[in-house]
């Protein structure tokens, strides 16, 4: 397989955001998914809200670990870093790296077999940290890339293509990321990009650990009927608690909800996020409420999704560790380097 | 029968067996300083189990005025205060040795032997006397004895006093306190033991500059000179203190003074591939970055070593080697990862290592660890052990050039990537197989790439090409040889005659090394030395090989781990390396290489002295 270059041809009437950036500048190499597959939704969604935020893409890290879902930060901010690292330790990586530079933006982007079966430590404990990211899984139910055998998010009698069922417990990220300490968390499906675009906004304005779990249906291995991941599944069984639009501190876009249907978040960097209630009478600022509304609606076969718990007090990892301003990776020797006088007075005191 | 007591002035082993978690360790330390603060060299380690408290723990105090510092083996003078460990411990004691112990309780004469001298005082008695407090009796008791070791060796008590002046500056009480029962056990030898005994310890002055620390901290300390900005660990004997030090020496000297914030991260991770990946998150990040580990955890790596590698990440790790696995001999020590690391990882990987012989070096090494990880973008791996890790000991003084920056290798930086300057990731530009690297964040439309393994081209576009593949495996190889002139050299050693004997060791084996080779020689047997500091080995190294008939290779593990690196790397004829192994979790000794090395040279009836054979390398 060799590199596609994307052709780069803005027509000259493309939108641009205020920094003067079209849609364009923000995706990057051509794909090689199957054609169809969720994640390339997915992708399409991160460059919508990247390009909406006026993000300088430069400033965004993207982190992946390994699987088709991980190989797709390729796809989108072509000038931005990206690292397709280890299967299942790409929170490790990401952490890392945030704990270097803290003004970056992080994406992490992975597959449900790469946080939910390889990876389920560290996808906890990244958690538990309070990095300061978004995470994304492209959850399929599967192993896209290595054809099709169950992940660990495979629903309890869900069959494969090749005809087996599963008899194993599904884990559900959402509610272990609630469970675990993330401050942002939502569930949406690859195929509703008015439901998507927003909470990855919401996620990347969080100012702390965000999750968001995307069922992404693998076109080519976990489609079928008997699959519970499959896109006719997903739409049939979707049951959206709210639905979100972020505001940015900026905007003074005053839109009017009828009385008793909105819910208001402001975040730590004023960007607002308004919730509007979808049928269900749903606290999104509740996390034992959230925790039940899941396990409730999962039980009657329903996927929950939206923005299912926000906590914008919440603090981030370099608050915990009381780091300074100034990104790590930018410190001078002078900074770093405490010189000889210092150890000359070390030594006295090791005589 | 008589065997006469053992006189030996400033040459002595001196060994306390005590009870693990009764305090006994700092009254240790302050025997073994005050020593020092008489001008004569010690060597003093520990012996410990795995468990914290119950078990027993020994410290050996080797006082040298000729400045061995290696282990000797033997023991001149038992301090038994561990009632358990009583039988081995009184027959550990050389013939005409002395046993000092507690003789509150009375003992039965089997429990001691004709052959050595017995020196008993109720410290327990003394202590229920003067103290109310258990947790005090149990501690001052220590003190007390080595009050009455000052008084039995003909030390200074000043030294000892001072000592603890220091120790406890401004906290008066303590002082006092402490001092008292230095005192008490100091006067109670004096009038009732016969002080001196055959082994005393003279004022001399054969310390100079040097100073006492353990090449754990050494390297905590060498983390912080050299940059490092981000920890990720998991906690592991024998290396767990290597990042208690870097996070007290952080605290001390890192805090930014305007605000009180760090000026650097440390966290502790779920397990040791977490530890990695942070580090190789940081160090992709344009942090410095390091772990800190023993054995299983680079078992536990090894995936991300490989990443690392081929990703040409810079990343710092410090392997403080022990014994085998988790179940192993984890508090002892050993040099038993040298080819888990060399090789570290899948698809030919290989990696570069720093050898140091003692603290000193831990300090050095670690700093410089930092500018080579990042001028050849890849993981570095300071081998310590647990000998020269955990132990405190006498080595030269820190020192740092203020002069000196950091090297931050090929950074390629916002202005030149401006100025229009060509960027391939994996491009070698002038040869030396090292590609220029760009921070995340340094352009907003330049410089951005996707890091990933090897299916990738110079620019780092995607590629399964075979000859994207072969370009990039020859680079990493010149990048390999560029490395072998900046790992630190070996040093050699030459015999007083000349020889075509050599022999070639690393690391804490240093020590024993020194002392053996001067044995041999003392027993007309010469043998040429070289420490072997890094890896890749440079060219000396081999030469070195080469030039002799036969090479002694010494080391800590079974399966002569330096001596096949030796071979693989320098393509060297198996017969002219001979092993000299020592692994039983101990520290290895003068006596065992001199031993070996002199056997062998009967055996093989190879003569030692005389011109070396000149050979033409080939
Ligand atoms: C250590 C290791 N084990 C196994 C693999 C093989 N492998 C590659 S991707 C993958 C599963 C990916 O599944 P998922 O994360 O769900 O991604 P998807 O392809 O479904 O998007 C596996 C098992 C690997 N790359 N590394
Ligand atoms: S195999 Fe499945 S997950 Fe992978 S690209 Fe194809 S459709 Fe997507
Ligand atoms: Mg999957």
Redesign the interface.
């Known amino acids: 397989?060799?590199?596609l270059a994307k052709p780069k041809l803005h027509s000259a009437d493309a939108p641009r955001n205020a920094l003067g950036y079209t849609r364009r500048d923000y995706e990057g190499?051509i794909s090689t998914l199957c054609a169809g597959c969720g994640h390339d939704s997915i992708s399409a969604s991160i460059v919508q809200a990247c390009f909406d935020l006026d993000i300088?893409?430069?400033?965004v890290?993207k982190?992946s670990g390994i699987g088709c879902s991980s190989k797709t930060?390729?796809y989108f901010l072509?000038?931005?870093?990206?690292?397709?690292?280890?299967h299942g330790?790409m929170?490790?990586?990401?952490?890392?790296?945030?704990?270097?530079?803290r003004?970056?933006l992080y994406l992490g982007v992975s597959g449900d077999g790469d946080s939910a079966s390889i990876g389920i430590?560290?996808f906890?404990?990244a958690m538990r940290?309070g990095v300061n990211m978004t995470y994304i899984v492209e959850n399929n139910g599967v192993y896209g890339l290595t054809k099709g055998q169950f992940s660990a998010t495979a629903d309890k009698g869900s069959k494969s293509k090749k005809g087996v069922i599963n008899s194993d417990s599904p884990i559900d990220l959402a509610s272990l990321a609630l469970q675990l300490g993330a401050t942002y968390v939502a569930r949406s499906f690859s195929g509703d990009k008015e439901q998507l675009v927003p909470l990855i906004k919401g996620a990347l304005r969080h100012g702390g650990p965000a999750f968001i779990d995307v069922i992404s249906p693998c076109v080519t291995f976990n489609n079928h009927n008997g699959s519970t991941k499959s896109y006719d599944y997903v739409r049939e069984h979707n049951a959206a608690v709210n639905r979100l639009d972020v505001i940015l501190p900026k905007a003074q876009i005053e839109a009017s909800y009828p009385p008793g249907s909105l819910r208001r978040v402001v975040q730590h960097d004023g960007s607002i996020l308004h919730l509007r209630k979808v049928g269900v009478d749903y606290d999104p600022s509740d996390r034992i409420g959230a925790m039940n509304h899941l396990q409730e609606r999962q039980a009657l076969g329903e996927i929950v999704t939206g923005l299912l718990y926000v906590d914008s007090s919440g603090q981030d990892?370099?608050t915990h560790?009381?780091?300074?301003?100034k990104p790590?990776?930018?410190?001078g020797?002078a900074?770093?380097?405490?010189?000889?006088k210092?150890?000359?007075a070390?030594?006295a005191t090791?005589? | 029968m008589s065997t006469p007591a053992i006189q030996h002035c400033n040459d002595f082993v001196i060994k306390f067996a005590n009870v693990n978690g009764s305090g006994s360790a700092s009254a240790n330390e302050l025997f073994a300083r005050a020593i020092i603060r008489m001008g004569v060299p010690v060597a003093p380690r520990n012996i410990f189990p795995s468990n914290i408290q119950g078990l027993p723990t020994w410290y050996e105090v080797r006082v040298s005025e000729a400045g061995w510092l290696g282990a000797r083996g033997g023991c001149d003078m038992m301090v038994a205060m561990n009632p358990q460990t009583w039988d081995r411990d009184v027959a550990a004691i050389e013939p005409g040795g002395y046993l000092f112990y507690d003789s509150t309780k009375p003992l039965p004469p089997s429990k001691f032997r004709e052959d050595i001298t017995v020196l008993g005082i109720p410290l327990t008695a003394m202590c229920n006397e003067e103290y109310e407090d258990a947790r005090q009796r149990q501690l001052f008791k220590n003190i007390m004895y080595v009050g009455a070791l000052i008084a039995l060796l003909d030390m200074e008590f000043a030294a000892a006093e001072q000592l603890i002046v220091d120790r406890y500056r401004g906290k008066d009480q303590l002082i006092k306190a402490n001092v008292n029962a230095l005192r008490l056990g100091y006067d109670y030898a004096k009038q009732h033991l016969p002080c001196p005994i055959g082994l005393r310890v003279k004022r001399a002055d054969a310390v100079g500059e040097r100073i006492m620390i353990d090449g754990n901290s050494a390297c905590g300390l060498g983390a912080v000179y050299g940059g490092a900005t981000v920890a990720g660990w998991y906690p592991i004997t024998p290396s767990t203190s290597v990042i208690e030090a870097f996070s007290s020496y952080c605290r001390k000297f890192r805090t930014d003074p305007d605000n009180g914030r760090a000026r650097y991260a440390i966290v502790q991770a779920e397990d040791e591939l977490a530890s990695i990946g942070m580090v190789i998150g940081a160090g992709w990040n344009g942090a410095r970055a390091f772990t800190a580990t023993s054995g299983p955890g680079i078992s536990l790596m090894q995936e991300f070593f490989g990443l690392a590698y081929f990703a040409e990440i810079p990343a710092v790790i410090v392997d403080v080697q022990r014994g085998s696995p988790s179940t192993g001999m984890p508090t002892r020590t050993q040099q038993s990862d040298l080819l888990s690391c060399a090789y570290a990882s899948h698809g030919d990987t290989r990696h570069v290592l720093l050898f140091p012989q003692d603290a000193h070096e831990c300090f050095s090494l670690t700093a410089q660890a930092f500018d080579l990880a990042e001028r050849l973008q890849t993981p570095v791996f300071v081998l310590s052990d647990l000998d020269i890790g955990m132990n405190e000991q006498l080595c030269a003084p820190f020192e740092w050039d203020d002069s000196r920056r950091y090297d931050r290798g090929k950074l390629m930086t916002y202005a030149e990537l401006e100025a229009g300057k060509d960027f391939g990731r994996y491009l070698d530009v002038d040869g030396d197989g090292i590609p220029y690297r760009t921070i995340p964040g340094t352009h907003p439309t330049k410089g951005a790439y996707f890091t990933r393994g090897t299916t990738r081209n110079p620019y780092a576009k995607y590629s399964e090409v075979g000859t994207d593949y072969v370009y990039n495996m020859e680079r990493l190889r010149r990048k390999f040889n560029t490395a072998k002139d900046l790992v630190p050299a070996p040093i050699l050693t030459k015999a007083a005659q000349p020889t075509h004997v050599g022999v070639i060791y690393y690391g804490s084996t240093a020590h024993a090394m020194a002392e053996a080779g001067a044995k041999l020689a003392a027993d007309g047997i010469h043998v040429d030395t070289l420490r072997v500091r890094g890896f890749p080995f440079s060219d000396e190294v081999m030469q070195f090989i080469a030039e002799r008939d036969a090479v002694f290779v010494v080391e800590q593990n079974e399966s002569a781990q330096l001596r096949s690196l030796l071979i693989n790397e320098g393509e060297i004829d198996p017969k002219k390396l001979v092993r000299v192994l020592h692994y039983d979790g101990s520290p290895i000794t003068a006596r065992f290489i001199a031993g070996k090395i002199a056997d062998a040279l009967t055996d093989r009836k190879i003569s030692p002295i005389g011109q070396p054979q000149r050979k033409v390398a080939s």
């Open positions: 397989m060799t590199y190499a300088e893409p430069h400033k890290a982190l930060p390729d072509g000038n931005s870093h990206g690292f397709n690292s280890v330790r929170p490790s990586v990401l952490t890392g790296a945030a704990l270097a530079n003004n970056l430590g560290q906890a404990h940290r990892m370099h560790l009381n780091t300074v301003e790590l990776n930018q410190l020797d900074y770093l380097c405490p010189g000889s210092a150890l000359e070390l030594n090791l005589r």
